[in-house]
């Protein structure tokens, strides 16, 4: 997630927009599985841990699961203003942000 989001703030001009749709792990099958941590998120970007990696499967099937709370903290440290985020029904978190002209380093 974090590659693709530092792609996204690469692509977009300052002041583009970024609308992040996720499946809310509270409303589907995920909702017994603990919440990815942001620092876990960091640590395979900068590990360069590619979605390909055969040895990643099994860590991305157990732990790979995404909050309301994640998805706004993932955003605004890939360098995004978030001006709008919430649950959607049935079963989405939505984000909507704003680039900021540079990302901030990371955490």
Known sequence: MRR????????????????????????????ARPVTSLAHL???FERGTAEDD?????????LQVFDHALAVAAVQ????RVL???RVLPFHVVVF??????VPPAR
Do not use: I, M, N
């Not at 792609?7 to 996720?22: C, D, F, I, P, Q």
């Not at 440290?77 to 995004?80: D, L």
């Not at 942000?97 to 540079?102: I, S």
């Open 42 to 44: 960091v640590e395979d």
């Open 97 to 102: 942000a704003t680039k900021l002209t540079a």
């Open 4 to 31: 693709a989001l530092r792609e996204s703030h690469r692509v977009l001009k300052a002041g583009g927009w970024l609308l992040l749709v996720l499946p809310d792990c509270l409303r589907t099958f995920d909702h």
């Open 84 to 86: 709008a985020s919430e």
């Open 77 to 80: 440290q890939a360098g995004f």
């Open 54 to 62: 055969q040895s990643h499967v099994e860590e991305a099937l157990a």
